[in-house]
């Protein structure tokens, strides 16, 4: 082999070893970029996006008059780009220093720091905000987060329930309208590099956020209070463990106020134990008692069965009851009696009479005059866990089971049935859906949904209802409801005192005492009714224990003017949320709509500020003020002619200069 | 016996490496701005740098390109004497950077001897193979001289430390003992003596081991190897066509190095496998031409240098390219004249000037050739080039 062969031919080699190498490389092209690239994208994609939920805002809970019981507070984080923020260094120390009380070497120090991002103060009050000028000072981050608020501490806390830490409903309202209340959480898209910095993407539309609907209560907190007030008073007068107050519009419906003790407070609700975080006028069972009467009453009445006057012997307080093939029942009276009539044995709450009269009424009738009254069934009130009572069916009755029902044993009723229940009685015999969902309205107070009284049916004749109203007035005026009595006032009621069933058997000694009522008879506008667990005072009895409460509690409502006013037309708004642009995005400064502003775009007479607002909201706005607004670009709305403020008239052209949103947002108004 | 050049150079060399290097500021642009702008307060600021890197470059090509190749023969033993000095000096006083001393800096102007220490070191095995000849089969006279330079410069490269510069002087060094019609059983015996120390040199730094096991492993990159996996996922990013110029997402902040040892896989990602393939392409554009001058080569002296320099910078780009798309293991490889970095581009474009100057030297581009084609129109002229 020649030299120069040998020369070519490891020449020859060296080539071929880097064609080969040409080969391997464009072969590895080949497969990343052509066979493999949309794995690759796909991993790719994902790390330059990140998906920013903006939360929605819950919305807001108002009693019937327009009053915020639950809303939203904000918590803010404000942090700093020190590279943005380096001329405003001094000032923006000097600030926080006296906002906060931190010494100012505490916010040089991070200010002066590398990074681009430094935590300044974490969740604080959202109050704080309004002493920073946040929009004057450049590279300042504002992230706020909404948080559920209680207005009213102590009050309906059952009713009203509470939410998560993620702001979900898990208990009364919150719970109940949750799907209401909660909203649409929006989301934006950024673009994240390899420092985890992200900035807006213009590929994907930023989602706005659908804030939470407003829920309009019947309830009204001003009786809500009295309620919850005079409830506390009676049971710690009587020693007792718990009560319930209910307040009932029977006309319609509308439940006015629900007091339960012991109280809880939503802010702090999982604190309390389970069994009172329970709202029990609907969850939890009892034995009536006497206030079961208004059953044997109505069907013996209904029936013709009796006449007020119609006479019956009352066996002087023992009256035994042979049941065929079984053992006897033995009835007793709380006091002796001799021969009563029937209005008297009402008054008096004689069990042997109306045991007596269960007889005449017969077992069928019995039971459909219960079930016409609504026992056994759930009211649907609106509340989450309501339970439906428990009424056998006559072919399940044993045979004192009659006799039992007639005053109110062998039955498992809610406080809310009792309390609907007697409201037919007020409503001239029709029963109404008892509610609390009176309305439901939008962001800017529109209504969505609006509750209207809901007739369910005719449990007893008009006659008979009459017949009703005055044997429960009776009761007040001469029985055991006189404590109920208030000078002047045509009140009618009925007190109950049922031995509690504990346990598989009654204890003796352990008693409900109830009392339920209406007034004025004469055009029924509330019924009350007011339950204490076992009072362990010198009284057990609901007339002496229930029934001062009830007389208290009216006495109030008879002075509360507004109690006879329908649901307010709201033009009230929620002003405690921050309009969901407020909810920057990292490095993106907002600045925030005040309170004052917002609300003054729902002033009538006046035109609203709607600068700031997107488009779509803004035209909203404009709308339902019965402006009429002409878009000019699109995005945002710079600037409005004419101007706010001004004197408005109905249909008033409202010229709108918008710009897109990334553009607006940098620029503060 | 000096032939002056002339004749025509390559064009085609000069456009393609041109080509890539004016594609290179545009890429390096793209892939440095938003690093340059957070961690320099400029954009541009690596720009700007690459430009001048580049003039450099292209004004030091242009030089070499007139200087007669046959007076570097005289030079090369000056030259590796002056690349051992350097590269020493470098080793007490070189500026650290990444707890490695490379660098040898003049006030503020700094160069990697390393780069310079492979020409030089090539060059002068050129010359040692062209003028010992037959005697380079002798392993006292011939074998072991050359040896003894491609081991001290290996050597003090790779004490840098710098490893993978160090293994690529060698490797190249090797390729031109081995066409230099050493003995196979010498060759042999070399790479045999050198295995053991460097295994050993492989793992007496963590970082070099973690290297060499991940690859070896062949697991996920995404896993072990952070910047091998942004690499790749730019180049998938690309897919096809790439998401075009400046569109780059791998640049911020994903992808480290991206204007420097990784701007292949910008490349990728903004021009997708067009833009890969046609990198690629100027490459072995580069190989075809480099190797075609050393075909027609005056002299085994220009033959060995244009051999020397087309392997230097293919295999360069080519392990650079594979190194970004995992095919070696991670290494500092720049590739010649486009990424980001003075010696690399400087010392490259020079080589190719060097290479340019053989190819005016050859006769493949006589200045008369059209005349020749067209007849004797006007054979006074037609004598000056060489026509056979």
């Given at each position: 082999m020649s030299i120069?062969?040998?020369?070519?031919?490891?020449?020859?080699?060296?080539?071929?070893?880097?064609?080969?190498?040409?080969?391997?490389?464009?072969?590895?092209?080949?497969?990343?970029?052509?066979?493999?690239?949309?794995?690759?994208?796909?991993?790719?994609?994902?790390?330059?996006?990140?998906?920013?939920?903006?939360?929605?805002?819950?919305?807001?809970?108002y009693d019937r008059n327009g009053i915020v019981i639950a809303s939203n507070s904000m918590i803010v984080s404000l942090a700093a780009d020190p590279m943005l923020a380096s001329e405003d260094v001094r000032s923006i120390?000097?600030?926080?220093?006296?906002?906060?009380?931190?010494?100012?070497?505490?916010?040089?120090?991070?200010?002066?720091?590398?990074?681009?991002?430094?935590?300044?103060?974490?969740?604080?009050?959202?109050?704080?905000?309004?002493?920073?000028?946040?929009?004057?000072?450049?590279g300042l981050v504002v992230l706020q987060e909404p948080k559920r608020l209680y207005y009213h501490e102590q009050l309906a806390g059952q009713l009203i329930g509470c939410t998560d830490i993620d702001n979900k409903g898990i208990a009364g309202v919150e719970l109940a309208f949750d799907a209401q209340l909660r909203g649409k959480d929006g989301y934006v898209v950024f673009q994240r590099d390899g420092l985890g910095r992200a900035r807006p993407s213009v590929d994907y539309p930023r989602q706005d956020p659908i804030n939470g609907h407003g829920i309009v209560l019947t309830i009204d907190l001003n009786l809500q209070a009295i309620a919850e007030k005079e409830l506390k008073k009676g049971i710690e007068k009587n020693k007792a463990e718990g009560g319930i107050v209910i307040l009932l519009q029977p006309k319609t419906g509308e439940v006015l106020a629900l007091a339960q003790y012991p109280s809880i407070n939503s802010n702090d609700f999982g604190?309390?134990?389970?069994?009172?975080?329970?709202?029990?006028?609907?969850?939890d069972l009892f034995e009536p008692g006497s206030l079961f009467k208004i059953v044997t009453a109505s069907a013996a009445l209904e029936h013709d069965m009796v006449t007020?006057?119609?006479?019956?012997?009352?066996?002087?307080?023992?009256?035994?009851?042979?049941?065929?093939?079984?053992?006897?029942?033995?009835?007793?009276?709380?006091?002796?009696?001799?021969?009563?009539?029937?209005?008297?044995?009402?008054?008096?709450?004689?069990?042997?009479?109306?045991?007596?009269?269960?007889?005449?009424?017969?077992?069928?009738?019995?039971?459909?005059?219960?079930?016409?009254?609504?026992?056994?069934?759930?009211?649907?009130?609106?509340?989450?866990?309501?339970?439906?009572?428990?009424?056998k069916k006559p072919v399940e009755w044993s045979g004192t089971t009659l006799n039992s029902l007639s005053f109110g044993y062998e039955v498992g009723v809610t406080p809310i049935q009792i309390a609907v229940a007697y409201a037919a009685v007020a409503n001239n015999g029709m029963l109404m859906k008892p509610y609390i969902f009176a309305r439901e309205q939008a962001a800017m107070g529109q209504t969505v949904w609006e509750a209207q009284p809901e007739k369910i049916r005719n449990v007893i004749s008009e006659s008979t209802a009459q017949t009703l109203k005055g044997l429960f007035e009776g009761v007040v005026e001469r029985g055991t409801g006189a404590p109920a009595k208030i000078p002047g006032v045509r009140i009618a009621g009925k007190t109950g005192t049922s031995r509690k069933y504990i346990e598989g058997r009654y204890e003796t000694g352990t008693y409900t005492a109830s009392f339920v009522g209406f007034f004025p008879v004469e055009d029924p506008q509330i019924v009350c009714l007011v339950m204490m667990d076992n009072p362990r005072g010198d009284n057990y009895t609901g007339g002496t224990t229930s029934a001062p409460v009830f007389r208290a509690i009216?006495?109030?409502?008879?002075?509360?003017?507004?109690?006879?006013?329908?649901?307010?037309?709201?033009?009230?708004?929620?002003?405690?949320?921050?309009?969901?642009?407020?909810?920057?995005?990292?490095?993106?400064?907002?600045?925030?709509?005040?309170?004052?502003?917002?609300?003054?775009?729902?002033?009538?007479?006046?035109?609203?500020?709607?600068?700031?607002?997107?488009?779509?909201?803004?035209?909203?706005?404009?709308?339902?003020?019965k402006f009429q607004p002409i878009v000019n670009g699109s995005g945002t709305v710079v600037s409005q002619i004419p101007t706010a403020g001004q004197p408005a008239t109905e249909g008033m052209k409202i010229t709108l200069v918008c710009q897109p949103k990334a553009v607006s947002t940098l620029t503060a108004r | 016996m000096f032939k002056t050049h002339h004749n025509h150079i390559d064009i085609l060399v000069l456009i393609?490496?041109?080509?890539?290097?004016?594609?290179?500021?545009?890429?390096?642009?793209?892939?440095?701005?938003?690093?340059?702008?957070?961690?320099?307060?400029?954009?541009?600021?690596?720009?700007?740098?690459?430009?001048?890197?580049?003039?450099?470059?292209?004004?030091?090509?242009?030089?070499?390109?007139?200087?007669?190749?046959?007076?570097?023969?005289?030079?090369?033993?000056?030259?590796v004497i002056v690349t051992v000095g350097f590269l020493m000096i470098t080793l007490i006083l070189g500026g650290e950077t990444k707890g490695v001393t490379r660098w040898l800096r003049f006030s503020n102007l700094g160069f990697q001897p390393s780069e310079f220490a492979k020409y030089a070191l090539l060059f002068h095995l050129c010359a040692l193979i062209a003028t010992k000849g037959e005697l380079i089969q002798d392993f006292k006279k011939g074998f072991l001289p050359m040896m003894f330079w491609i081991g001290f410069v290996t050597m003090l490269v790779m004490l840098q430390p710098n490893f993978s510069m160090g293994a690529m002087i060698f490797l190249l060094s090797m390729?031109?003992?081995?066409?230099?019609?050493?003995?196979?059983?010498?060759?042999?015996?070399?790479?045999?003596?050198?295995?053991?120390?460097?295994?050993?040199?492989?793992?007496?730094?963590?970082?070099?081991?973690?290297?060499?096991m991940t690859f070896l492993s062949g697991g996920s990159p995404a896993k072990s190897n952070y910047q091998l996996w942004q690499g790749i996922l730019a180049f998938g990013n690309g897919g096809m066509f790439g998401v075009g110029p400046g569109e780059s997402k791998q640049r911020e902040f994903f992808l480290p190095e991206s204007y420097s040892d990784f701007v292949f896989s910008i490349v990728g990602e903004e021009y997708g496998f067009i833009g890969t393939m046609f990198f690629m392409l100027l490459f072995l554009l580069i190989m075809y031409r480099g190797f075609r001058i050393a075909k027609y080569a005056g002299d085994p002296f220009g033959r060995n240098l244009a051999i020397a320099i087309t392997s230097a910078v293919t295999l360069y780009a080519l392990i650079n390219a594979g190194v970004t798309l995992g095919i070696f293991p991670t290494t500092g490889l720049p590739m010649p004249f486009v990424s980001y970095g003075g010696s690399s581009m400087v010392f490259s474009a020079c080589a190719i000037g060097v290479l340019l100057n053989i190819s005016s030297q050859t006769d493949l581009y006589p200045r008369a050739r059209q005349i020749e084609v067209l007849g004797s129109i006007q054979p006074s002229e037609a004598t000056v080039g060489k026509v056979y």
């Open positions: 120069s062969s040998t020369s070519r031919t490891r020449l020859r080699l060296l080539q071929i070893a880097i064609l080969i190498l040409f080969g391997v490389v464009i072969a590895r092209l080949v497969q990343i970029q052509i066979l493999d690239s949309q794995k690759y994208r796909e991993i790719a994609q994902r790390q330059y996006q990140a998906k920013i939920v903006l939360p929605a805002i819950r919305g807001s809970i120390a000097n600030t926080f220093s006296k906002i906060f009380g931190k010494p100012k070497q505490y916010y040089l120090q991070k200010l002066h720091s590398d990074s681009r991002f430094v935590w300044l103060e974490r969740k604080v009050n959202g109050n704080f905000l309004r002493k920073i000028n946040v929009k004057h000072i450049e604190d309390y134990n389970l069994a009172d975080q329970k709202l029990r006028a609907v969850t007020l006057q119609k006479e019956f012997f009352a066996e002087n307080g023992v009256y035994v009851v042979s049941a065929a093939g079984g053992k006897g029942r033995k009835i007793t009276d709380m006091h002796k009696y001799g021969w009563l009539t029937f209005q008297e044995a009402m008054e008096v709450s004689s069990n042997i009479v109306m045991a007596k009269v269960s007889d005449l009424i017969g077992s069928e009738r019995f039971y459909r005059m219960s079930r016409n009254y609504g026992f056994g069934v759930a009211t649907n009130v609106g509340f989450p866990g309501e339970v439906k009572g428990v009424l009216a006495e109030q409502l008879l002075n509360y003017i507004h109690l006879f006013k329908p649901i307010a037309p709201m033009a009230h708004v929620s002003n405690n949320s921050i309009p969901e642009r407020d909810l920057p995005p990292k490095n993106v400064h907002r600045y925030r709509i005040t309170e004052e502003k917002k609300a003054r775009a729902f002033e009538a007479h006046s035109i609203p500020d709607v600068r700031g607002y997107s488009v779509r909201r803004a035209i909203t706005v404009l709308t339902v003020g | 393609a490496v041109l080509t890539l290097m004016l594609l290179s500021l545009g890429i390096v642009y793209s892939a440095s701005a938003s690093y340059a702008q957070a961690r320099l307060g400029d954009s541009e600021r690596v720009l700007i740098s690459h430009a001048v890197k580049v003039s450099l470059g292209i004004l030091g090509m242009f030089i070499a390109m007139q200087i007669d190749y046959h007076r570097l023969q005289r030079l090369t033993k000056f030259s390729v031109m003992v081995f066409l230099g019609r050493a003995r196979l059983s010498h060759i042999t015996l070399a790479a045999v003596a050198l295995i053991p120390v460097l295994i050993a040199y492989m793992l007496s730094a963590d970082y070099r081991r973690e290297r060499v």
